[in-house]
Antibody
Framework: QVQLQESGPGLVKPSQTLSLTCTVSGGSITSGDYYWSWIRQHPGKGLEWIGYIHYSGNTFYTPSLKSRVTISRDTSQNQFSLKLTSVTVADTAVYYC????????????WGQGTLVAVSS | DIQVTQSPSSLSASVGDRVTITCRASQSIGTYFNWYQQKPGKAPNLLISAASTLQSGVPSRFRGSGSGTDFSLTISSLQPEDFATYYCLQSYSTPLTFGGGTKVEIK
């Protein structure tokens, strides 16, 4: 069974870059029709889909964050990563990585989530 | 982007009650629709995909229905472990969009 685990700093200063990594076990991020995704949840709020990197290497980002987001991968480590630049307090959230099941990319397996606070 | 409107935002119910949550998509999306359950401090769990397909291990008291723009999740007899927040998700087109959530609380 596939497992995902987020890692990265829990505190980022305003205007800096948020960087998170998702380590995948139990399956390769380069096989199968999967979309390796990032989703976030502001404290006490709903879910916001950020984007994905497809097993083929193609990426898609939600338009509202597109100018600040990069999702990349390290196939040798079976990891994929999220970078969000120029963060503000509005980017404080629990960030989840997830596997999206093709062809719709709907998330089926999720990491446990990691809280990232943006504060000076 | 496709907007998804979920209602109600919260509800109070008793064990054994029948509960229905609805979502409406801003355009027709066939059955590219999914339901998640989230408990406090945990990641969402996929309950239903393709509008009505129960995921493995999900109790049969959960039922999804609908197509086009209107969808619903029904819990036929609410159990103590069902008190949680439920989210719907359209997967017809990217960006994927979630409904705002429904918190099911104990009456």
């Amino acid at each position: 069974q596939v497992q995902l685990q987020e890692s990265g700093p829990g505190l980022v200063k305003p205007s800096q870059t948020l960087s998170l990594t998702c380590t995948v076990s139990g399956g390769s991020i380069t096989s199968g029709d999967y979309y390796w995704s990032w989703i976030r949840q502001h404290p006490g709020k709903g879910l916001e889909w950020i984007g994905y990197i497809h097993y083929s290497g193609n990426t898609f980002y939600t338009p509202s964050l597109k100018s600040r987001v990069t999702i990349s991968r390290d196939t040798s480590q079976n990891q994929f990563s999220l970078k969000l630049t120029s963060v503000t307090v509005a980017d404080t959230a629990v960030y989840y990585c997830a596997r999206g099941l093709g062809p719709e990319a709907k998330p089926d397996y999720w990491g446990q989530g990691t809280l990232v606070a943006v504060s000076s | 982007d496709i907007q998804v409107t979920q209602s109600p935002s919260s509800l109070s119910a008793s064990v054994g009650d029948r509960v229905t949550i609805t979502c409406r998509a801003s355009q027709s999306i066939g059955t590219y629709f999914n339901w998640y359950q989230q408990k406090p401090g945990k990641a969402p769990n996929l309950l239903i995909s393709a509008a009505s397909t129960l995921q493995s291990g999900v109790p049969s008291r959960f039922r999804g229905s609908g197509s086009g723009t209107d969808f619903s999740l029904t819990i036929s007899s609410l159990q103590p472990e069902d008190f949680a927040t439920y989210y719907c998700l359209q997967s017809y087109s990217t960006p994927l969009t979630f409904g705002g959530g429904t918190k099911v609380e104990i009456k």
